[in-house]
């Protein structure tokens, strides 16, 4: 029997996430997403087939590379118009009991002491399920609408997220003791003042002085999240994340990727596996091979060729608007965009064009896409663990909720019975469920700071 994996849903508060144009499929209920209904039928779905998390990415700013404007992206709904995600995350715990709810939010456009706050008062409405998906961003669209000339450049990104993770620790750690909140009605005392904090940072980037503005929440710092590849990104998930997500069409990429940040984690002090890795696919499932091809084939008339490619040119800062669909892959020199065309041709039995990359992109973004009967998925999943060392997939949909009715209907009890997926939850916060313990351990970066006092001495 392989190792036991884990799913999270792979979602975002627009259509057609990772899948553009498959909006106008006639069973796609993802344009819903402004209803609150759209993500709690969808949660007690995915509870039903023990998803782990939600995961809601999100970004500040839209795709206006690709031919130097956003109408392609707007045009395809290619993740504009997008709603903000944290708001989603106490309705969809208040309708249920154990999944978590993972949301993004960047470093790069709030301040750590008002975000702070925003991710902790979620931590109290979800009783401990949220878990932050820590990004840096990557969209200078959203810099300049936030009157600034560009993004900070990539490494320096990292530099100041890491002082931003140090504030938030800060707060959500040292500023509040744990019986701090004491509510004495007979001495009119809420909270004793000795046991609150000011935090004292003066830092390179921020300057928090005073106290935090909430009260300890269950998992105090919530489940972090992260997703890098560079060195700099590495360097950081290693030290701050719990669980990294990554991607990348093969194996053999991924491989080496999961290695290096194990080791970097290591050397930070920290178990190997006090960090899970998820890497990002979707699963195209039905009874049989042959329906659940026929069913991809149907999808994939819905492609939008022009939001892929939207979303590829944000994505890698190179415009894929310069080259005919007809183009072939081998002859064009992609710039910024060309290790990632290196990852996703590699290992291809014939010479990809333009189109054919578009069509790939289209359903499931930069990740493989596993299609085909129980057996064949289940077997597929099985091997890319062995292979790779991840602990589990963010699973992307084709077709919402659709394919995760696919998935839950056909692939989950295979899996079960093989003994490699959950049958149950742990109870819990969604670090309990994850890892066993509630708060964040003694081998973190984040456990110093409970002793703030100490920590303004040194
Ligand atoms: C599965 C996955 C999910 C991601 N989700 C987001 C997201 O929601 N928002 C975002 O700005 N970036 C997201 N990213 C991009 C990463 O934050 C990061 O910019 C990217 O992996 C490049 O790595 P680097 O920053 O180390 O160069 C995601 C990446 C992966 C692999």
């Not at 509510?183 to 935090?199: G, L, S």
């Not at 596996?273 to 009874?287: K, P």
């Not at 890319?384 to 009890?413: C, M, Q, R």
Request: charged fraction near 30%; aromatic fraction near 12%; include cysteine.
């Amino acid at each position: 029997m392989g190792k036991k994996f884990y799913f999270n849903a792979f979602e975002m508060n627009c259509s057609g996430h990772q899948a553009p144009g498959l909006w106008a499929h006639p069973k796609d209920r993802s344009w819903e997403y402004k209803d609150l209904d759209y993500w709690i039928s969808l949660a007690k779905k995915l509870e039903e087939g023990f998803f782990t998390a939600i995961f809601i990415a999100d970004v500040v700013g839209y795709y206006d590379v690709y031919k130097g404007n956003a109408r392609a992206a707007v045009k395809s709904g290619a993740q504009i118009p997008l709603n903000d995600p944290l708001q989603l995350a106490a309705p969809i715990a208040y309708a249920t009991k154990h999944i978590g709810i993972g949301v993004t939010a960047s470093t790069s456009f709030e301040h750590p002491y008002t975000f702070a706050r925003r991710i902790a008062t979620a931590d109290h409405y979800t009783k401990g399920r949220v878990g932050w998906n820590i990004v840096t961003s990557y969209l200078e669209s959203g810099a300049h609408n936030v009157g600034e000339n560009s993004l900070e450049e990539h490494d320096k990104r990292y530099e100041i997220a890491d002082e931003y993770l140090e504030v938030i620790y800060k707060l959500l750690e040292g500023s509040w003791e744990d019986d701090a909140v004491v509510r004495e009605r007979e001495k009119r005392v809420f909270a004793d003042p000795d046991k609150v904090h000011e935090i004292g940072h003066k830092g390179k980037y921020f300057e928090v002085p005073g106290i935090g503005l909430t009260e300890p929440s269950p998992q105090r710092v919530p489940v972090l999240f992260q997703a890098s590849t560079s060195e700099a990104g590495q360097n950081f998930s290693s030290k701050h994340a719990e669980a990294v997500f990554i991607s990348g069409p093969s194996k053999s990429h991924l491989r080496d990727v999961v290695s290096s940040i194990r080791q970097k984690a290591v050397k930070e002090g920290r178990n190997a596996n006090d960090i899970l890795i998820f890497d990002l696919i979707t699963i195209i499932v039905d009874e049989t091979d042959e329906k659940a091809r026929s069913k991809f084939e149907e999808y994939r008339q819905y492609i939008s060729n022009e939001g892929a490619l939207a979303l590829l040119s944000g994505w890698t800062g190179e415009d894929f608007g310069k080259f005919k669909p007809s183009d072939f892959v081998k002859d064009i020199d992609f710039g910024e965009g060309s290790t990632f065309i290196e990852h996703l041709t590699q290992g291809q039995d014939k010479d990809w064009t333009i189109e054919d990359v578009a069509k790939w992109v289209g359903i499931g973004g930069v990740g493989p896409t596993f299609v085909g009967s129980p057996a064949t998925v289940a077997d597929a999943l099985e091997d890319w663990v062995k292979e790779t060392d991840v602990d589990g997939f963010n699973v992307a949909y084709a077709v919402s909720h659709e394919t995760f009715e696919d998935i839950i209907k056909y692939l989950i009890p295979e899996l079960q019975k093989r003994g490699v997926y959950p049958t149950s939850y742990n109870e819990g916060t969604l670090r309990e469920k994850l890892f066993g313990y509630s708060k964040l351990p003694d081998t973190h970066p984040a456990a110093r700071y409970r002793d703030i006092e100490k920590v303004k001495k040194e």
